[in-house]
């Protein structure tokens, strides 16, 4: 017996994804990598994102050829050491796909992500949580405006190996009650207090992004013993600019040719925005409900173009860890409003990045969590 | 969102809508199902194909009226009760039946807006079943969509899907116009993921399935289905289509059809009505007369034959548009060139 042989799978992002089409290798066969090496391009229905290598070695196979689409969990490449014969990879291929049948690793792996309604008040909360308390401490994720719990789907599972994670539709968005209150961040804060106290939660590392970094940034303020980290995701709340483009196109655009363009100022690489998430946000705003919902948000946080509500105040104060991650490239909030914070702030800027850094650098904005909240 | 089938779909949309508005009534013939016989059991199993079900327990005798089997009596009294106040959903069962109450439909309700110089409302929803495939014959098997669209003042839908279904039907139900509602009664066990919240679908907007560079191809209610089945096929031949569904044939999206004829230059057209003055016939008018230069290849329709529906399964097969016939259609007017001039 030689060296070992390591399975490169199809992985699964995300709850909903059951099957995914390999979109391109990043590597020729017969190169080598190291554990975390990017080495191909997946694509799911919702987004493409990069694989990165489970294990170093030699990319000694590519098994699924560029355009095949396979369920999760299904052989795509293999690595091995130099030493490996030929003979022994074709027996391992041979092994593997005489003992895989689609959706059986899903069960055997299946963790133990759950997705109920929570009563919060009047409002029922869609609520999705991955791990447990025995898991770890919990972490609670905030997406922003127009967003769902679909933001989190590259963030959710890969936390989840080591804590309890909690992602959560906002009053009027996603699978929760279409009825948004006042709009406010504040008032949003509130709805997620109570959400706390339903599910039992004295505390948690809070991830916001975007409007749900405001939201994140209330929190702190209105019950800073339920928050025991912050990570701020291209937080508004700390500073005036917004793209109105982005914010009035979101509200009007029906269509997807309209559409479209106005999602593409989330992220730097335009071709992240497929067309099924087109689609899904177009069935999103025919919901009953949603584009007035919208618009409360819309006029409550940004009248007249701007953002009027500050919130830097509350980094003044706030003595728990706080740490900001933002995409240099972001279209719709702008970097530099993470200008002239307290010391205390680790402020981290990506490169090439829109933003929605947690689907353009979910890697490395997994890492900067989790290594944040040990 | 949970998975629901075209009957639960379009169940839930009449249900949520009679919650929201008490104006929204049902009448039709077996709407309630199950009264008139001796089980003593009332709506025990919602009209002919159980689309109802549920719905006389839950709203009552007053909001779901079981009509005598007079379809000129009850859908004169649902486009009366709709242009003074209610919003009526009158179904029709078989749209083959509208023959016993065309005057009702087409001199009455269609008119009522235009006849009263804009100040009349007609709130009215007929939904039936249409369309083969059931084995059901000539006279409860035909797609009759064309003939309602030929009427100026109806509304005219074809729902591809349980998804579009339900959204489709809200829309129809707040629309203050006319609106014929026509269900293909082999989709109804058809399943997907459908929103458990209320939704509309905005009329005369198509929707692409798919976008491809080679063929468009414009298809109504099943064919849709049927349309991107073929295309999946044929992307594995390296041939690329865009799939239309105008989801209404009045309004049509003409817009989006002779835009996606520009980029494609090549046009298929599926439609299970009779082939003559049918939805294909009046597509492909529309783009020899507006979108002529953009056409690389001759324009296909793949059509029943001029026949009544067949009875017999072997005939009714071989009368309706299939997946092979469209994948046929689609590869001869990609293989298609214009002939060099000597």
């Not at chain 2, 997946?323 to 259609?329: L, S």
């Amino acid at each position: 017996m030689s060296g070992t042989i390591t399975p490169i799978t199809m992985p699964k992002f995300g709850l909903a994804m059951t099957e995914g089409k390999l979109a391109s290798w990043s590597l020729p066969v017969g190169k080598e990598v190291k554990a975390g090496d990017e080495i191909a391009d997946i694509e799911t229905s919702k987004i493409t994102n990069g694989y990165e290598s489970p294990a170093a070695g030699i990319l000694r196979r590519q098994v699924a050829p560029e355009g095949e689409m396979l369920p999760v969990g299904a052989l795509i490449g293999v690595l091995a050491d130099a030493d490996v014969s030929d003979a022994e990879i074709d027996a391992f291929i041979q092994d593997f796909n005489d003992n895989f049948s689609s959706g059986e690793t899903e069960d055997k792996n299946s963790d133990t992500t759950a997705r109920r309604i929570v009563d919060v008040g009047d409002l029922k909360i869609s609520v999705q949580e991955s791990g447990n308390r025995e898991t770890g401490s919990s972490v609670l994720l905030i997406h922003g405006f127009g967003g769902d719990v679909s933001n989190w789907m590259l963030t959710q599972s890969a936390l989840a190996s080591s804590h309890h994670v909690i992602a959560f539709d906002l009053p009027g968005h996603g699978e929760s009650t279409k009825q948004v209150g006042d709009g406010t961040p504040y008032g949003f804060a509130k709805t997620v207090e109570e959400l706390a106290r339903a599910l039992d939660l004295s505390e948690a590392h809070v991830v916001g992004h975007s409007l749900g970094g405001a939201i994140a940034l209330e929190l702190a303020k209105s019950a800073p013993n339920l928050v025991k980290s912050l990570t701020l995701i291209a937080p508004a709340g700390l500073g005036q600019d917004i793209n109105m483009n982005f914010i009035n196109g979101f509200i009007d655009a029906d269509r997807r040719k309209t559409l479209e363009p106005v999602l593409q100022y989330l992220v730097h690489d335009k071709s992240l925005i497929s067309r099924q998430m087109v689609e899904g946000i177009i069935r999103y705003k025919r919901l009953d409900g949603v584009v007035s919902g919208l618009k409360t948000i819309a006029s409550a946080n940004f009248p007249d173009g701007k953002q009027a509500i500050s919130l830097r105040s509350v980094l003044e104060t706030f003595d728990k860890p706080v740490q900001i991650l933002w995409g240099e490239q972001d279209e719709i909030l702008s970097t530099k409003d993470a200008d002239g914070l307290p010391a205390t702030i680790a402020v981290t800027r990506f490169p090439e990045t829109g933003h929605m850094p947690q689907l353009e650098q979910a890697a490395a904005v997994n890492t900067k969590i989790s290594q944040f909240i040990e | 969102m949970s998975r629901k089938s075209f009957r639960q779909a379009i169940n839930e949309a009449l249900r949520q809508e009679m919650r929201r508005d008490p104006r929204v009534i049902l009448m039709g013939e077996d709407v309630a199902g199950g009264r008139g016989g001796t089980s003593g059991v009332k709506d025990a199993w919602g009209g002919v194909l159980g689309v109802t079900k549920g719905l006389l327990t839950e709203f009552g005798e007053d909001r779901v009226l079981d009509t005598p089997i007079t379809e000129a009596s009850y859908i004169g009294a649902a486009a009366g009760a709709a242009a003074t106040g209610l919003r009526p959903v009158a179904e029709l069962m078989f749209v083959d039946f509208v023959g016993c109450c065309l005057d009702q439909i087409m001199n009455q309700a269609a008119k009522f807006r235009y006849m009263f110089g804009g100040k009349a409302r007609t709130p009215l929803v007929i939904r039936a079943m249409y369309g083969a495939g059931f084995n059901a014959a000539a006279q409860h098997s035909q797609a009759l969509y064309p003939l309602f669209t030929h009427i100026p003042g109806l509304k005219v839908v074809v729902p591809s899907s349980p998804y579009e279904a339900k959204g489709l039907l809200i829309e129809a139900i707040r629309d203050d116009d006319p609106v014929i509602f026509l269900e293909n009664k082999v989709m109804y066990d058809d399943e997907e993921d459908v929103p458990d919240e209320p939704y509309t679908i905005p009329f005369g907007e198509a929707n692409l399935t798919r976008e491809g560079d080679d063929v468009t191809i414009v298809a109504f209610g099943r064919m849709v289905n049927l349309a991107n089945q073929a295309a999946d096929r044929l992307e594995k031949d390296g041939i690329s289509c865009t799939v239309i569904d105008p989801r209404t044939t009045s309004p049509l999206d003409t817009g989006t059809i002779l835009d996606c004829v520009a980029d494609t230059g090549r046009l298929v057209i599926v439609d299970e009505s009779s082939p003559r003055c049918n939805l294909a016939t009046d597509v492909a008018a529309l783009v020899a007369e507006e979108a002529f230069d953009a056409l690389k290849a001759p324009i296909r329709r793949v059509v029943p034959p001029h026949t009544p529906v067949p009875f017999a399964t072997v005939l009714e097969n071989l009368y309706m548009p299939s997946v092979e016939k469209i994948e046929a259609a689609v590869r001869s007017v990609a293989a298609y060139r214009v002939k060099e001039e000597a």
